[in-house]
Nanobody, 126 residues
Framework: QRQLVESGGGSVQAGSSLRLSCKRTGYSYTDRYLAWFRQTPGGEREAVGAICTGSGKPFYPNSIKGRFTISRDNPTNMAYLQIDSLRPEDTAMYYC???????????????????WGQGTQVTVSS
């Protein structure tokens, strides 16, 4: 059974950095999109980055200006989201998600992703 488990969130001061982790279990090695999304209470779930797990090519929304770095390590089935210079507006629940085999479709669309983790909370204070 495939499962995604996020970790690495926490309460930090503005200007700090965090590295969120996403552990994939039950996945065979297949090229697919893996993305990180975030959501605030009452807000929409928005993409902050995606990666094609085979090539490692990352994609970022235009709204994300260089503070987020997504990566993956296939031998350990891990994926990461590095967030630098954290701001209070980055406070949200962060989720990783995987799409079907093959890196195709809109990598920032919620509908592309079939499997989701339970999320890890990031809280940034000023």
């Amino acid at each position: 059974q495939r499962q995604l488990v996020e970790s690495g969130g926490g309460s930090v001061q503005a200007g700090s950095s965090l590295r969120l982790s996403c552990k994939r279990t039950g996945y065979s090695y297949t090229d697919r999109y893996l993305a990180w999304f975030r959501q605030t209470p009452g807000g929409e779930r928005e993409a902050v980055g995606a990666i094609c797990t085979g090539s490692g090519k990352p994609f970022y929304p235009n709204s994300i200006k260089g503070r987020f770095t997504i990566s993956r390590d296939n031998p350990t089935n891990m994926a990461y989201l590095q967030i630098d210079s954290l701001r209070p507006e980055d406070t949200a629940m962060y989720y990783c998600a995987t799409g079907p085999p093959g890196c195709s479709g809109d990598y920032f669309s919620l509908t592309t992703y079939r499997s989701w983790g339970q999320g890890t909370q990031v809280t940034v204070s000023s």
